[in-house]
Structures are given as C-alpha cells and as structure tokens.
C-alpha cells in the first residue's frame, strides 16, 4: 500500500490516505515514530500494527485522564476502557499501569475500605461486596477488612451511624422495621444490630 498523502486532520492527529483510497487517522507522534512519508510502501501488516499502536496510546491517554480525576482497580479501568477499544489494548493498557502502580488494586482496596468503614459507617458484609463488585481479588479484600473486623469496633460504627442517622426513626414498631432493614443493607448483621438497638431500651416489639 502506497501512502498517497499525509495532512493534519484535528490538533496533534493526523489523516493518512493510501492509494486504495484508505485513511487512517493516528496522532502525530505514531507518524513520527513509523517514518511515514508520502511515496511510502507500507505492508498491510505494518497498516494494521500502526493502527494498534495508535489505539493504544489513545486507550493509555484515556486512562491516565482517569486517574486524574480518581483511582480505580483494575478491573474498573478495564471494564471503562473495553467500552471503546478491544480486549486486547484495554488488557495490555491496564497491565502497563498496574506495573508502574499507577493503578493497584491493595492501594485502591485500602482507601476504598477505609472511606466505607470510616465515612459511611457500612459493615463488613457489605464492604466485601463492593469490593468484590469492583473487582478486588478475595485474598486482598479478606486482608483489608480483616483490620475493621474487630467486634467491638463493628459495633462502635453501627451505634455512632444509628445515633447520626437512624435514631429519630426508633419511636416505634414501623420505624424500628426500617431502621433494622436500612442496617441489613448496610452490612450488618443481626446480631450486631440487635446489641446496638437493645441499647435503646425499646418498650415495644418489632
């Protein structure tokens, strides 16, 4: 294939147009580095690895743009990447950046964990379900929460979350049912839910 002639399209991309009438648009800096000139001969596999080449710098610049705004796993930044580019450029993109920590997913897992725990007062269950759901591996999650998993701090979040938030609900049988059902969903379980609404000295039953 002929390169036929080679104009700037939009900003840093280029158009590259072969003599079959095919264009390819790829960024300048891909144009540099495979010395494409007009006159030029280019193989169709060469075609093919030049576009590729150009994916991937567009995956890994969309990425980064990512990161600048939050960190994600891996699995996060593969499934955002996979909606535009192929398989096999959001794998290689994504590996490139867990290999320069600029995606990890301990890192991620332990600011993620600590927001849940800390912030928004969820219990353990449901901290390894949003975990699990944003692709943490169950050996780094079990690791990470293993550190909130004591019993008498689970409780101390659970009645500092029911006295911020849930307290004004405890006036009777209803409001108790949606206290404890809001707390389920939480992550707590029954047990502890129970221990910190006994605490309310509640003169009804649910």
Known sequence: M???????????????????????YIHSKILTEYHLKEGMDVPEAAVEEIVEANDYRRARERALYLLDVRD???????????????????LRVCKSLAETRLINDR??????????????RVG????????????????????????????????????????KKYERYLTDEKGVKKVRNALLRQGYSYSEINAVLDLYDLDFTE
Do not use: H, W
């Open 2 to 24: 002929i390169v036929t002639e080679i104009s700037q399209y939009k900003g840093s991309t280029m158009c590259v147009v072969f003599d079959d009438d095919r264009r390819i």
């Open 124 to 163: 353990v269950y449901k901290v390894r379900q949003e975990l699990k759901r944003r692709g943490i591996p169950d050996s780094i999650i079990e690791e990470v929460v293993e550190e909130y998993s004591d019993e008498d701090d689970s409780l101390a979040r659970l009645e500092e979350l029911v006295e």
């Open 72 to 90: 994600y796993s891996f699995m996060e930044m593969y499934e955002k990447l996979i909606n535009n580019y192929s398989e096999e450029i959001s």
């Open 107 to 120: 890192r991620y897992a332990e600011a993620r964990a600590r927001e849940l725990f800390e912030v928004k």
